[in-house]
Nanobody
Framework: QVQLVESGGGLVQTGGSLRLSCAAS??????MAWFRQAPGKDREFVAS????????NYADSVKGRFTISRDNAKNTVYLQMNRLKPEDTAVYYC????????????WGQGTQVTVSS
C-alpha cells in the first residue's frame, strides 16, 4: 500500500523559512512533486523531482525561493521554502507517480503552511 506522509508545515512570518518533508512507502516512484491549494483556489503545481536523476522543475512563482530535494536512502522528498510570502499560504500536498509520463496518482494528506504579513 502506497503511503505519502507530509510533515513540517506551520505558521511563519513573511520572509521566514520552512522545510516540508514527505516520507514515501509502498513502492518506488519515477517522480515526486509538491502541489499546493490556497482557500478558494485550484490546486497548483509547486515543484517536482525525478527519483533517479534528481532533475527538478519549479513553478515560476517559487523559483529562486524554494528548493526540492530527495534522500533516496530515506525515501523522502523535501521542500525547502525560503523568503516566504503571504501568497504562499496554502495546504501543501506531496504527490508521486510510478510512470514517467501521465498524472500524479498518489497523494499525501496535506500540511498547512501559513505565512503572516
Amino acid at each position: 500500500q502506497v503511503q505519502l506522509v507530509e510533515s513540517g508545515g506551520g505558521l511563519v512570518q513573511t520572509g521566514g523559512s520552512l522545510r516540508l518533508s514527505c516520507a514515501a512507502s509502498g513502492r518506488t516512484f519515477s517522480s515526486m512533486a509538491w502541489f499546493r491549494q490556497a482557500p478558494g483556489k485550484d490546486r497548483e503545481f509547486v515543484a517536482s523531482i525525478t527519483w533517479s536523476w534528481g532533475a527538478t522543475n519549479y513553478a515560476d512563482s517559487v523559483k529562486g525561493r524554494f528548493t526540492i530535494s530527495r534522500d533516496n536512502a530515506k525515501n523522502t522528498v523535501y521542500l525547502q521554502m525560503n523568503r516566504l510570502k503571504p501568497e504562499d499560504t496554502a495546504v501543501y500536498y506531496c504527490a508521486a507517480k510510478a510512470a514517467v509520463t501521465g498524472p500524479y496518482k498518489h497523494w499525501g494528506q496535506g500540511t498547512q503552511v501559513t505565512v503572516s504579513s
